[in-house]
């Protein structure tokens, strides 16, 4: 699956938020560059990319090599809300039905 999110923070703390955030998961840090995480484990393959937008904007692009709906698909739009989170402190999760 591909996922993607954009966001006001900066590159860099975006994967500083990747990086802790799927360690507690339980995946591995694979290889990686400045922009770029590999992630790794018993729910998948996972990379995440960042690449700056107009400027003003970080989109977050995320690609399992999992297919639908899987757990570490759930996992990555968690941490899409964690990173929403850090940039506006009062989002609140709410249900959409």
């Known amino acids: 699956m591909r996922h ?3 966001t006001s923070l900066t590159p860099d703390s ?7 955030f799927f360690a507690t998961l339980g995946l591995s840090r694979g290889a990686g560059d400045a922009r770029s ?3 790794s484990g018993a729910l998948g393959t ?4 960042v690449k700056m937008e107009g400027g003003h904007y970080t989109v977050v ?3 399992t090599d999992q297919v ?5 698909d ?16 009062r989002h609140m ?5």
């Open 37 to 39: 995480r590999s992630f």
């Open 93 to 97: 999760i709410e249900a959409g039905y």
């Open 46 to 49: 996972l990379t995440v990319s």
């Open 4 to 6: 993607f999110h954009r």
């Open 14 to 20: 975006v994967l500083a938020s990747a990086d802790h």
């Open 74 to 89: 759930k996992n990555v739009k968690r941490f899409f809300n964690v990173v929403h989170r850090s940039a506006d402190p």
């Open 61 to 63: 692009e995320a690609h």
């Open 68 to 72: 639908g709906e899987s757990r570490l």
